[in-house]
């Protein structure tokens, strides 16, 4: 008797377990057509921009259970229903204040159920909270901070809020002024184009030395920090602290041997600063990394000839020939080369020669139609009274077509001949 009393009790716990789990089911596809009816309702209204009508179903979806209507974008179509109210609609403040307190209740709720999008909801709460909220800065540009951290890809806008924020609440107790340097340095490199972010660089400081001082300290803070490294350099450049740009400059390249545009800026400034032996290998690197690069010769010829090694100035001045036939400038200053030998000369019948030889040479530059055949002419020009005169030809017996080879102590290394015209 016991054991079948034991059975039907066990019996019975099962009919109850089963029918209580049928009515739970029920319940929960009633719930489910429940909210596929609001959001149905939410939808329709919301399509036809009926938004005092849609939003009480949105918040039935959102309040109860919106998991599966996110992918159907129940949020952003909220949002878009109530920033209509607030700014399109004739209510007073203490309305537009309901609505501002109740965007920052969705944007809680969106960040929680639709995490994929949690920086956007956030960048979008951070605006409501500044803009319309008055709530206090720091817990404003915390929140934008967190928005930007967890989605680096939101729109310039929203960094420009916040770099608004940081510069407006600088003050001496806190970083707020190179954080905005730093968030400005960023959107300045993803936009080059944009002049508005370089005049919010600007006016973070009362003047350049001031913005020298600022990205000095932003990089003494972080020091291996390659881009506040470069930005402190940029400034430097910027301000002509020349001397001030070498420690980050030499640091650059210390860290990134292999980036062109630091050992360019820093081959730049040791030949601005005449550290000519730097400027050397500086320029030297650089003709490693880019063999094909016409500028680097150049730029190394011109530093030979700052120190008076013309030979070898021409000769990297060929190499640039030879990379770029049709060039002018090369040929211009291989034309300098000579008249600077023929000025460190006496003015003699072969120093005549010489500057020949540079009016044949500017000449040839003239020719190629280049940006410095203006320039090349002129030098023409000036030099009319420098080379030899007819007279110089007939006391020496020579007539045109003759071969004037250019010889003597001052002159060995050029090797050149000039015609008599």
């Known amino acids: ?10 019996f019975s716990y099962l009919i109850l377990s089963f029918l209580s789990n049928n009515l739970i089911v029920a319940q929960n596809n009633v ?13 329709e209204y919301q399509k036809n921009k009926d938004y005092a009508s849609a939003i009480p179903y949105g918040w039935k979806v959102i309040n109860t259970d919106p998991t599966n209507f996110v992918k159907y974008k129940l949020f952003p179509k909220m949002e878009e229903a109530l920033w ?12 537009k204040k309901k609505i501002a307190d109740t965007l920052l209740y969705l944007y809680d709720k969106a960040i929680k159920y639709d995490s994929v999008s949690a920086g956007y909801y956030l960048a979008k709460k951070a605006f409501v909270m500044g803009n319309w909220e008055n709530e206090n800065p720091a817990k404003v540009i915390a929140t934008y901070e967190e928005a930007i951290k967890k989605d680096s890809t939101l729109p310039s806008f929203y960094k420009d809020q916040l770099g608004l924020l940081y510069a407006k609440n600088a003050t001496d107790e806190n970083d707020y002024k190179l954080k905005a340097l730093e968030l400005y340095s960023k959107l300045s490199e993803l936009e080059p184009n944009n002049e508005l972010w370089v005049q919010r660089i600007e006016g973070l400081a009362e003047n350049i030395e001031q913005l020298v001082d600022i990205t000095k300290k932003a990089w003494d803070l972080d020091k291996n920090n390659l881009e506040k490294a470069w930005k402190y350099a940029s400034i430097c450049l910027q301000a002509k602290e020349l001397n001030k740009a ?6 650059l390249v210390s860290k990134a041997p292999k980036v062109i545009n630091y050992w360019k800026q820093l081959a730049n400034t040791y030949d601005k600063l005449d550290m000519n032996d730097k400027a050397l290998q500086a320029y030297k690197t650089l003709i490693e990394l880019q063999p094909d690069n016409r500028d680097n010769y150049v730029n190394i010829a011109l530093v030979y000839k700052k120190i008076d090694q013309l030979a070898v100035a021409r000769t990297y001045l060929q190499k640039a020939m030879n990379i770029s036939p049709d060039w002018d400038y090369p040929y211009v200053i291989e034309a300098q080369l000579y008249e600077q030998a023929a000025r460190a000369c006496d003015f003699d019948f072969m120093a005549k020669c010489v500057y020949l030889l540079a009016v044949n040479t500017y000449k040839k ?10 320039q090349a002419a002129e030098r023409v020009k000036a030099l009319a009274n420098s080379i030899p005169t007819k007279e110089d030809y007939f006391f020496r017996q020579l007539k045109s077509g003759d071969t004037i080879k250019i010889e003597g102590p001052c002159y060995s290394w050029i090797q050149r001949s000039v015609i008599v015209p």
């Open 1 to 10: 008797m016991k054991g079948t009393i034991k059975i039907f009790v066990i």
């Open 31 to 43: 719930s489910n057509q429940q909210l596929m009816a609001d959001f149905s309702l939410f939808y």
């Open 84 to 95: 209509y109210i607030h700014d399109s609609t004739k209510i007073d403040e203490a309305a």
């Open 246 to 251: 070498l420690e980050p400059l030499e640091f």
């Open 365 to 374: 530059a003239a020719s190629l139609n280049g940006p410095f055949a203006s």
